[in-house]
């Protein structure tokens, strides 16, 4: 898992786009051959989320040591991203029982808290503001249009990555709580 996570915060833009692009055409590949089929109707919409989701979690966690402490609750993000990971394999596993509208409001809130913790934790590891509202809002539609914002993006966080860890002369940071 830590080489997944420092993949994404030291990766360039293109292959993530890349990786996201191929997931989305190989899973289409497999919806337009087997029509019929209610898990690969599910799998094409679930996995590109699930891969949305581990790049916003490992992000979050990545960045969360930059950031002043208190300024921001990494245990709550954890629990968010483990809950709309669930929410997300239950519209695999059972995707009758969770495709009421309530579970995909749930589910959207859920990720536009993650999406928000994200920008803001980039805000503040660049320029370490503290009131931030106006300045994330640009990095939050940027990763909420996750296959074209990623390569606006992704160059900031692996600045952010490369210089902090380049002072520190260390390896970047594993998601743990401080």
Known sequence: ???????????????????????????????????????????????NDLFVLLWLYSVGCQLYPFIPTNQMNL?????IALVSFLILLSFFFYPPVFHTSATIIFLNLAIAFLVFFVAKSIVIAEANEKDCVDSCFGVFVYIWIFP???????????????????????????????
């Open 1 to 47: 898992m830590k080489n997944i996570f420092n993949f994404f915060v030291s990766t360039q833009a293109w292959k993530i786009f890349l990786i996201y692009f191929s997931i989305l055409i190989i899973t289409g590949f497999l919806y337009f051959f087997n029509l019929n089929s209610l898990s690969t109707n599910s799998l094409f919409y679930v996995i």
């Open 75 to 79: 245990l709550l993000f954890q629990v």
């Open 148 to 178: 074209i914002g990623i390569w606006f993006v992704q160059p900031r966080i692996t600045k952010i990555i490369k210089n902090r860890c380049d002072q520190c002369m260390s390896p970047p940071p594993m998601c743990q709580d401080n």
